[in-house]
């Protein structure tokens, strides 16, 4: 099958019903994820069937969790080579985005690729997250922030939560040990005024390996004290 035939499949089956258009903009952002991955460390996976699963389909469980047809305003913290971001930003266009990054080289292509499927409504940022969330346009801006794959919970609510505006969600994707990681950030959702709301555990086709999506809100403002320097969090989670 080709690869639109089978994309279109597979999101059918959770529900997602995508237009020509957005099976396009789907398999562009397949070939210079490939291509572009022959010059620049973006991604492992590369097989066809593969990237459909853990990065197309994955990205999008999002919406298991979140209302996505609510939600005006979205931020991919350490997004990488556009993950979730991107197939978010495909499947929900009207959503304005923001996608992270520390490494200039991956927003680089990220530029690439908004301006190959036309992506309007998206910007690629280069920046720890620690400086940008002092940013004032960004600070306590969102709706929804997302990120996969970048640190601990607790790391990466220190990251996360001073985007969001106070009523709005993160949501974490997770592996299995996500639930150590709950476990041991009570004390980091106290100081930065959130709580976990959800945690939802499911698994991708023919994948053994359990899924989290932690869905965590932000209940009210950041003390300013947070993020605390580059590389503060690391160092010394709250
Ligand atoms: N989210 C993508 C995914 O799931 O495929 C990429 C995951 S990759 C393992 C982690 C990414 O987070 C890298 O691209 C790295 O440059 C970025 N990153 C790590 N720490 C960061 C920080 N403090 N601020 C912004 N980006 C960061």
Redesign the pocket.
């Known amino acids: 099958m080709e690869f639109k035939e089978k994309l279109k499949a597979r999101a059918l089956k959770e529900e997602i019903s995508l237009s020509p258009k957005q099976l396009d903009q789907f398999e562009l952002f397949y070939n210079m994820l490939i291509e572009t991955n022959k010059s620049m460390n973006l ?1 492992a996976i590369t097989d066809e069937d593969e990237v459909i699963e853990k ?1 197309f389909i ?2 999008l469980s999002c919406r298991r969790v979140m209302d996505m047809t609510k939600v005006k305003t979205c931020i ?10 991107i197939p978010l930003k495909i499947v929900y266009p009207e959503i304005q985005f923001v996608l ?4 200039n080289k ?1 927003v680089g292509f990220l530029n690439e690729v908004k301006k190959a499927l036309g992506l309007e409504g998206l910007e690629a940022l280069h ?6 969330a002092r940013d004032k346009s960004l600070r306590a801006s969102f709706d929804l922030c997302v ?5 601990n919970l607790s ?1 990466l609510s220190e ?1 996360c939560i001073p985007f969001v505006r106070t009523n709005g969600y993160f949501v974490s ?1 997770k592996g299995k040990k996500g639930l150590d990681e709950i476990t041991n950030a009570q004390n980091c959702m106290n100081v930065l005024g959130c709580k976990i709301e959800n945690v939802d555990e499911f698994h991708l086709e023919e994948d053994e390996a359990e899924r989290l999506l932690i869905k965590i809100k932000k209940c009210k403002g950041t003390p300013k004290l947070y993020p605390r320097k ?2 503060t ?2 160092k010394n989670p709250l």
């Open positions: 991604t990065h994955d990205s991919d913290v350490g997004t990488g080579a556009g993950f979730p971001g992270v990054d520390s490494l991956r920046g720890r997250a620690e400086d940008l990120s996969r794959a970048v640190a790391v990251y994707y580059a590389g969090p690391t």
